[in-house]
C-alpha cells in the first residue's frame, strides 16, 4: 500500500497528538491515518511533544514502545504468576548492571535472580521458564547448599510485566527493570546509541541506585 504524503496529517495533527499523550504508539498511530511512522513522529516533534524512548526522528534503529511478547510467560496461570511474585518479594533480586569498557562506554545489564535451599522451587522455575540452576558460594559449616535461577532479557522484561500486580515489595524495582530492559532494543554491535537513551539509561540507573538504598533503609 502507498503511504501518503506528509499533508495528509495537517488536519488531523491534534488527532495525533491527543492519541500519542493518550499511550498510543507512533506506529499505531501511522496505520491508523495510512501513513509511515517516521510522518508520525515529525508531526509530533513540530508540535513540540517529547518523544518517549524508541521513537526518535530520523532514527534507523529498531524502535521498541511495548515489552517483547514471551511464550513461556504467557503461558504460565494467574497462580503461577503470583507465586513467582512471591519468590520475587521474598527471595529475589532485581539487579541493574553498570560497567565501563576499555573505550569508556557505558554497558548496563538487567537481572533477576532467585535464590533458594530448595532445588525443587528451582526446577519449578526451570520447566516453566527455563534456565539454570546455579549454585552459590560454599555454604558455611551447618548451612544449607543455596541454588540461584536467573533470568534477563526480553523474557526477563515479559515476566516482571506479568507478576507486576502481584508485587507488595518490589514493584517500583521491577518497573525500571522494566524500562531499562526495554532501552535495550538499541543493544546490537554496530549500531549508534541515540544521545537521549544514554540519558535515558543513567536516569533510570540513579533511580534504580535510589530505591535500592530507600529499600535497604526500611
Same mark, same amino acid.
Given at each position: 500500500?502507498? !503511504?501518503?504524503? %506528509?499533508?495528509? $496529517?495537517a488536519?488531523h ?9 493518550? &499511550?498510543?504508539?507512533?506506529?499505531? /498511530?501511522a ?5 509511515? *511512522? ?6 509530533l516533534d513540530?508540535? &513540540?511533544i517529547?518523544?518517549?524512548? &524508541? ?7 529498531p524502535?521498541r514502545?511495548e ?5 513461556s510467560?504467557?503461558?504460565?496461570? %494467574?497462580a503461577?504468576l %503470583?507465586?513467582?511474585? &512471591?519468590?520475587?518479594?521474598?527471595e *529475589?533480586?532485581l539487579?541493574?548492571?553498570?560497567k565501563k569498557?576499555?573505550? *569508556? ?5 538487567? /537481572? ?13 522455575l526451570? +520447566? #516453566?521458564?527455563g534456565?539454570?540452576a546455579v549454585?552459590?558460594q !560454599?555454604?558455611r ?14 523474557? @526477563?522484561?515479559? @515476566?516482571?510485566?506479568? +507478576?507486576?500486580?502481584? @508485587?507488595?515489595? !518490589?514493584?517500583?524495582?521491577?518497573d525500571?527493570?522494566i524500562?531499562?530492559q ?5 543493544s546490537?554491535?554496530? $549500531? ?5 537513551v !544514554?540519558a ?5 540507573? %540513579? ?8 529499600? #535497604?533503609g526500611?
Open positions: 500500500m502507498r !503511504k501518503k504524503p %506528509a499533508s495528509v $496529517l488536519p495533527e491534534d488527532a495525533v497528538v491527543e492519541a500519542y499523550t493518550g &499511550g498510543a504508539s507512533a506506529r499505531q /498511530i496505520t491508523r491515518f495510512g501513513v509511515g *511512522g517516521s510522518t508520525v513522529r515529525r508531526v513540530a508540535r &513540540g517529547t518523544l518517549r524512548v &524508541g521513537q526518535t526522528v530520523g532514527q534507523s534503529l524502535a514502545t515489552v517483547e511478547p514471551d511464550a510467560v504467557a503461558a504460565l496461570s %494467574a503461577e %503470583a507465586y513467582i511474585a &512471591g519468590l520475587i518479594d521474598g *529475589g533480586c539487579l541493574i548492571y553498570r569498557d576499555s573505550r *569508556g562506554g557505558l554497558h548496563f545489564r538487567c /537481572i533477576l535472580r532467585i535464590a533458594n535451599t530448595s532445588l525443587r522451587v528451582i526446577a519449578w526451570q +520447566v #516453566r521458564l534456565g539454570t549454585p552459590a !560454599k555454604p559449616a551447618h548451612h544449607l547448599q543455596v541454588y540461584q535461577w536467573p533470568c534477563e532479557g526480553p523474557r @526477563l522484561a515479559a @515476566l516482571l510485566v506479568a +507478576v507486576r500486580p502481584h @508485587l507488595v515489595i !518490589k514493584p517500583e524495582l521491577a525500571l527493570l524500562s531499562m526495554m532501552t535495550m532494543a538499541y546490537g554491535r554496530g $549500531l549508534r546509541l541515540p544521545e537521549e !544514554k535515558e539509561r543513567e536516569r533510570l540507573f %540513579a533511580k534504580y541506585q535510589a530505591e535500592r538504598a530507600e529499600m #535497604r526500611r
